[in-house]
C-alpha cells in the first residue's frame, strides 16, 4: 500500500484540524524566514530523461539532467539558496544529492533513495531545497539511486560570500574538470548483471574528462575537451571525481599544481606535481600558465589500484592544455605527464598526509577537543552463501557482499528511514547499530580466519544525542581484500585528526593527533589495511548516510545510518517534511 506522509502527519501529529494548520502555516512561515536569512535564492528546473551519446565509436541512450552529460553547473554564493525543481522523465526512480552540502536540519533534501526519501517516481517532480551554510569552493551533485550517477552528476560552485574574496589571489578564471567513467554497455544493467551473478561488476571501458575520453581511445581524438589558457595567468580548476569505482592520479604534463581546497572548504596551500582524488572527492587547484615554450600539454588520469588479483580498468584519459597563439610554436606532440604507478600507496600517502586547514581568523576552525561518543567502525569486503532463492557464482561459489561493523544496510521497501522516524512508523528500522565491531580480530593481519568472511543484512542505524561531540575510527581490514575506501558522510563536515596504518591503537595513536588544524572533509579516503580518526559535533539534527563511495561497495551493504535526535530549541530541530516529499 502507498505510504502516504501527509495524511501521517495529520494523524499522528496534531489532535485537531486547527493544530495542524497553525503546524502548516507555521512551516511556510518557517520556509520563507530561512529563503529571506540566506541571501540569495537561485531557481533551477533538473529534467532526468534518456538522450543519445556517442563515445568509443558506437551510441547509446544515457540518463541525463537537461539533455546534457556531465550535466549542468551550478552557481550560488556562500548563505544562498537554491529551489531545484527535479523532474524525472526516465524510466527509473531517481534521487538527486547535494554532495557536500550540510543540508542543516534539512535532511529531506539530501537525496539518498530510502534513507532521507522515497525515490521520485518516474513521470514525477520534486522540489529540493539546499540552504548553503559554512560551504565555499567546489562541491558537486549526483543521483543517488542505483548506477545512475555514472552520468546523472554535475559541478557545484559556491563563491565567497558577497563582499568577500579568496583566501588566495583571484585567479584569471575558472575551469570545471570533472573525471568520469564511460560503458559501452547499458551502465543502469551493470549493477543487476553483478547482482544475478554474485561477482564483481564489469569494468569500464574508459575514463573521462568532462565526458570525453580523450586521444588515447579509439574514435576519441578530435572531441578531446581542451582547455585554452594564456601565458602568464593563473586559473582555478574545479576537479571532481564523478568517477563510479576507482580512486585517481590527476596530473599536467610540466605543470605544478597548487591545492586550495578540498569538499568545499579551504586548506592550506599544497604544491605539489599530481594529486590522489578518491571517487566524491572535489579539490581547488590552482593552475599557473608558465611555460615559455608555448605548446599543448596533456592533463591526464588513470586509477590509483591497490586490490591485489581485483580486475580494474587500467587505461587512461587525457585531456589538452593548449595555450592561445601555440600554433606559431606548436611543433611537437602533447607529452603525458609522470603519473604514479596505479598501485603506488606511497604516493597516494604522501599527497593525503600534507592536508592542513587554513585556521585564519577569516577562516577559523572548531574542533572537538573533548570527547563523549567513542565510535569504531570496521569497512570489509565479506561473501555470503548463494541460496535456493538467489543462486549466484561467484567467488568460491558465493558472492560479494560488504559491511560497516559487519552490517550489510539493506533498504526498506515502501517507506524511508527519515518518514519512519518522523511519524514513528514502528518495524521499518532497530536503533542498536554497533558502536564498535561485537567481534574483534587482528583487522589487517595477512591471514584470517574464514569465520570473519560473513556479513549479517541489517537495517539498524546508530543513535546519537544533539551535539555530541563523536570520535569516531574508520578501520579497514583484510576480510577478503584490503582496499581504499573513500568514506563520505552526508549532512557533515569533520576533522580528519589522524590516520595511519595497521589497526588503531587507542593508547598511542591519540599521542599523533592534529588539534591544530586538521583538514575538514566531507568524504575521506580510508587508506588500505589502514584507519582514519575523525571528530564533528552532532549538531545537525536528522538522519544521514555514513557509506563508501566506490559503487560496488555501496551496492554490497558498505553503508550506515546516523540518527542525531533534535536539539532543545526549535532553531536546533529538524524542519517538518515538505508536502511534495515522494511516496513509495
Known amino acids: 500500500m502507498a505510504y502516504d506522509p501527509i495524511q501521517m502527519m495529520i494523524t499522528n501529529k496534531f489532535k485537531t484540524p486547527a493544530s495542524a494548520l497553525r503546524f502548516l502555516l507555521l512551516s511556510a512561515l518557517y520556509f520563507l524566514l530561512i529563503h529571506a536569512a540566506n541571501g540569495k535564492v537561485h531557481h533551477h528546473k533538473f529534467v532526468i530523461r534518456s538522450a543519445p551519446f556517442t563515445r568509443l565509436c558506437s551510441s547509446k541512450n544515457i540518463l541525463t539532467v537537461n539533455g546534457q552529460f556531465p550535466g549542468p553547473t551550478l552557481k550560488a554564493h556562500r548563505?544562498?539558496?537554491?529551489?531545484?525543481?527535479?523532474?524525472?522523465?526516465?524510466?527509473?526512480?531517481?534521487?538527486?544529492?547535494?554532495?557536500?552540502?550540510?543540508?542543516?536540519?534539512?535532511?529531506?533534501?539530501?537525496?539518498?533513495?530510502?534513507?532521507?526519501?522515497?525515490?521520485?517516481?518516474?513521470?514525477?517532480?520534486?522540489?529540493?531545497?539546499?540552504?548553503?551554510?559554512?560551504?565555499?569552493?567546489?562541491?558537486?551533485?549526483?543521483?543517488?539511486?542505483?548506477?545512475?550517477?555514472?552520468?546523472?552528476?554535475?559541478?557545484?560552485?559556491?563563491?565567497?560570500?558577497?563582499?568577500?574574496?579568496?583566501?588566495?589571489?583571484?585567479?584569471?578564471?575558472?575551469?570545471?574538470?570533472?573525471?568520469?567513467?564511460?560503458?559501452?554497455?547499458?551502465?543502469?544493467?551493470?549493477?543487476?548483471?553483478?547482482?544475478?551473478?554474485?561477482?564483481?561488476?564489469?569494468?569500464?571501458?574508459?575514463?573521462?574528462?568532462?565526458?570525453?575520453?580523450?586521444?588515447?581511445?579509439?574514435?576519441?581524438?578530435?572531441?578531446?575537451?581542451?582547455?585554452?589558457?594564456?601565458?602568464?595567468?593563473?586559473?582555478?580548476?574545479?576537479?571532481?571525481?564523478?568517477?563510479?569505482?576507482?580512486?585517481?592520479?590527476?596530473?599536467?604534463?610540466?605543470?605544478?599544481?597548487?591545492?586550495?581546497?578540498?569538499?568545499?572548504?579551504?586548506?592550506?596551500?599544497?604544491?605539489?606535481?599530481?594529486?590522489?582524488?578518491?571517487?566524491?572527492?572535489?579539490?581547488?587547484?590552482?593552475?599557473?600558465?608558465?611555460?615559455?615554450?608555448?605548446?599543448?600539454?596533456?592533463?591526464?588520469?588513470?586509477?590509483?589500484?591497490?586490490?591485489?588479483?581485483?580486475?580494474?580498468?587500467?587505461?587512461?584519459?587525457?585531456?589538452?592544455?593548449?595555450?592561445?597563439?601555440?600554433?606559431?610554436?606548436?611543433?611537437?606532440?602533447?607529452?603525458?605527464?609522470?603519473?604514479?604507478?596505479?598501485?603506488?600507496?606511497?604516493?597516494?600517502?604522501?599527497?593525503?598526509?600534507?592536508?592542513?586547514?587554513?585556521?585564519?581568523?577569516?577562516?577559523?576552525?572548531?574542533?572537538?577537543?573533548?570527547?563523549?561518543?567513542?565510535?569504531?567502525?570496521?569497512?570489509?569486503?565479506?561473501?555470503?552463501?548463494?541460496?535456493?532463492?538467489?543462486?549466484?557464482?561467484?567467488?568460491?561459489?558465493?558472492?560479494?557482499?560488504?559491511?560497516?561493523?559487519?552490517?550489510?544496510?539493506?533498504?526498506?521497501?515502501?517507506?524511508?528511514?527519515?518518514?519512519?522516524?518522523?511519524?514513528?512508523v514502528p518495524g521499518v528500522f532497530e536503533m542498536d547499530f554497533p558502536k564498535k565491531p561485537k567481534r574483534e580480530f587482528n583487522y589487517t593481519a595477512d591471514e584470517l580466519p574464514e569465520y570473519v568472511l560473513g556479513t549479517s543484512p541489517g537495517t539498524k542505524v546508530l543513535v546519537l544525542e544533539y551535539d555530541a561531540s563523536v570520535e569516531l575510527i574508520l578501520q579497514g581490514t583484510n576480510v577478503l581484500a584490503s582496499d581504499n575506501h573513500p568514506i563520505h558522510l552526508h549532512g557533515y563536515t569533520f576533522y580528519v585528526v589522524g590516520s595511519g596504518f595497521g589497526n588503531f591503537d587507542p593508547k598511542e595513536d591519540p599521542k599523533n593527533y592534529n588539534l591544530i588544524d586538521p583538514p575538514q572533509e566531507t568524504t575521506v579516503g580510508l587508506p588500505k589495511n589502514g584507519w582514519v580518526a575523525i571528530r564533528f559535533k552532532a549538531n545537525n539534527p536528522g538522519m544521514w548516510l555514513l557509506h563508501c563511495h566506490i559503487e560496488r561497495h555501496a551496492s554490497w551493504g558498505m553503508n550506515m545510518v546516523f540518527l542525531v535526535k533534535d536539539g532543545p530549541t526549535p532553531q536546533t530541530q529538524m524542519i517538518p517534511p515538505p508536502k511534495d516529499l515522494p511516496k513509495c
Request: with cysteine; glycine share 6%.
Open 79 to 424: 548563505g544562498d539558496t537554491l529551489v531545484v525543481k527535479v523532474y524525472n522523465q526516465a524510466n527509473y526512480n531517481l534521487t538527486i544529492h547535494w554532495h557536500g552540502s550540510n543540508q542543516v536540519r534539512n535532511p529531506w533534501s539530501d537525496g539518498p533513495g530510502y534513507i532521507t526519501q522515497c525515490p521520485i517516481k518516474p513521470g514525477n517532480m520534486f522540489k529540493q531545497i539546499i540552504n548553503l551554510s559554512t560551504e565555499e569552493g567546489t562541491i558537486w551533485w549526483h543521483a543517488h539511486q542505483a548506477w545512475a550517477r555514472a552520468t546523472v552528476h554535475g559541478a557545484f560552485i559556491i563563491y565567497p560570500k558577497r563582499g568577500h574574496t579568496y583566501p588566495f589571489p583571484k585567479p584569471h578564471a575558472e575551469v570545471p574538470i570533472i573525471l568520469g567513467e564511460w560503458w559501452k554497455e547499458d551502465v543502469m544493467e551493470v549493477p543487476n548483471v553483478a547482482n544475478i551473478t554474485g561477482r564483481q561488476p564489469n569494468t569500464s571501458d574508459a575514463y573521462t574528462i568532462n565526458g570525453q575520453p580523450g586521444y588515447l581511445y579509439p574514435c576519441s581524438k578530435k572531441d578531446t575537451f581542451k582547455m585554452n589558457v594564456d601565458y602568464g595567468k593563473t586559473y582555478l580548476l574545479r576537479i571532481i571525481n564523478a568517477v563510479m569505482e576507482e580512486e585517481i592520479f590527476f596530473a599536467i604534463a610540466n605543470h605544478k599544481l597548487t591545492l586550495v581546497g578540498k569538499d568545499g572548504l579551504y586548506l592550506k596551500p599544497i604544491k605539489t606535481d599530481y594529486i590522489m582524488i578518491t571517487p566524491g572527492q572535489s579539490m581547488d587547484i590552482l593552475l599557473e600558465a608558465n611555460q615559455r615554450s608555448l605548446g599543448h600539454y596533456f592533463m591526464a588520469a588513470r586509477p590509483y589500484f591497490s586490490v591485489d588479483g581485483a580486475r580494474f580498468d587500467n587505461t587512461t584519459t587525457t585531456a589538452l592544455l593548449v595555450y592561445n597563439n601555440s600554433h606559431k610554436h606548436h611543433k611537437k606532440s602533447p607529452i603525458l605527464p609522470n603519473l604514479p604507478p596505479y598501485n603506488n600507496t606511497q604516493a597516494s600517502t604522501i599527497f593525503t598526509k600534507k592536508f592542513r586547514s587554513l585556521a585564519t581568523k577569516t577562516h577559523p576552525i572548531n574542533v572537538p577537543k573533548k570527547v563523549d561518543t567513542h565510535l569504531l567502525f570496521t569497512f570489509s569486503v565479506n561473501l555470503l552463501n548463494c541460496t535456493h532463492d538467489k543462486p549466484c557464482n561467484g567467488p568460491f561459489g558465493m558472492r560479494f557482499s560488504a559491511s560497516v561493523n559487519n552490517v550489510s544496510l539493506v533498504h526498506p521497501a515502501n517507506i524511508d528511514f527519515l518518514s519512519a522516524y518522523y511519524y514513528k
